[in-house]
Structures are given as C-alpha cells and as structure tokens.
C-alpha cells in the first residue's frame, strides 16, 4: 500500500509540473515609433519592438492589410529589432502590432500602435463647448470640422506622450 501512495504522489507531481510548462506564456512585446507615431508624409518611420532576452524572432503584423514582416533578433540588439518605413504614404499609415518568439512560443500581440501620416489633409478647426475656459471637473465637448472629407480624427493632448483619443466622422 505504501508503494502504491508513493506511485500515485509520484505521477501526481510529475502531472502537475507537465501542465505548469504547458501554461507557461510570454510576456506582452512593446511597440513604438520613432521620431513618433505621427509621421509626415514621404518621411521614414522606425517601428521598435521589444521582446524578452530570449527571442528569437519577430513578426510585425499590419492590421487590415495581409502584410506580416519577420525579423531575426539582430546581433548586439538584446532584445528589440526596429522595423523601418522608407517613405511614409496612406497606405502604410494604420493599426501595427508585433510579436516574438522564444523557443516555440509565440508571445501574446502588443498593444495597438497606430501609425498616422500628416500633411495629407487641411489643417482641421477645433472648437471647445460650452467654452474655452471651464472650471476643474467641468464637462467639456470638443468638436473637429475638416471642410474636406476624411472620417477619422486623432485628438491629442499638448505635451503629454500618451495614446491619442481617435474617433470617426465629424467629433
């Protein structure tokens, strides 16, 4: 009976260390842009991407486009590679998330970076309701008018490097 509890704690043990390593998951890369994630029109844009140590490989994904690029971990890069745009246009402005590997896993997808190319378009006009100046914890609603025809806007906050707050249409 003795060996028979052994055996059984044994393969209980040997189990649970089995499906510890299946779980086991990279951690999320981070993706940017350099000089920014605003980009003028026909200038080159660098997409960075950042893995752990141990990657091997990554993969940038172009999302709405069937575009994916790979690269090998560069020698004397430890853990990011960078994704060059030669000449910034409407078509390679969008959503780009990228990925890595480490031995046969596959990391999670970054968070989105989106990719704007300027000096297509008008300057838009902004306008602030119920004015420009409100009182701290004041509801405020900007609005943005372009005459000519786009349907999507970023909107961002003066010196702040944060995400900026994208809507479509006329805001």
Request: aromatic letters at 8%; glycine letters at 14%; charged letters at 15%.
């Given at each position: 009976m003795p060996?028979?509890?052994?055996?059984l704690l044994f393969l209980g043990l040997s189990l649970?260390?089995?499906t510890s390593t299946q779980k086991q998951s990279l951690s999320k890369p981070v993706i940017w842009a350099k000089p920014s994630f605003m980009i003028?029109?026909?200038k080159l844009a660098i997409i960075w991407c950042q893995g752990t140590h141990g990657a091997a490989e990554y993969q940038l994904h172009f999302e709405g486009g069937l575009s994916a690029f790979k690269r090998p971990k560069s020698p004397g890069m430890s853990n990011r590679v960078k994704f060059p745009i030669p000449s910034m246009t409407s078509q390679t402005a969008g959503q780009y998330?990228?990925?890595y590997r480490s031995g046969e896993l596959w990391s999670e997808p970054s968070d989105p970076l989106d990719l704007v190319v300027t000096g297509l378009y008008d300057t838009p006009t902004l306008s602030v309701q119920p004015r420009p100046e409100v009182i701290s914890g004041e509801k405020v609603t900007f609005r943005c008018r372009l005459e000519t025809a786009t349907s999507t806007f970023f909107l961002l906050k003066e010196g702040r490097s944060s995400r900026p707050q994208r809507r479509y249409g006329n805001i």
């Open positions: 060996s028979a509890l052994a055996a649970s260390q089995g003028p029109e026909g998330r990228c990925f």
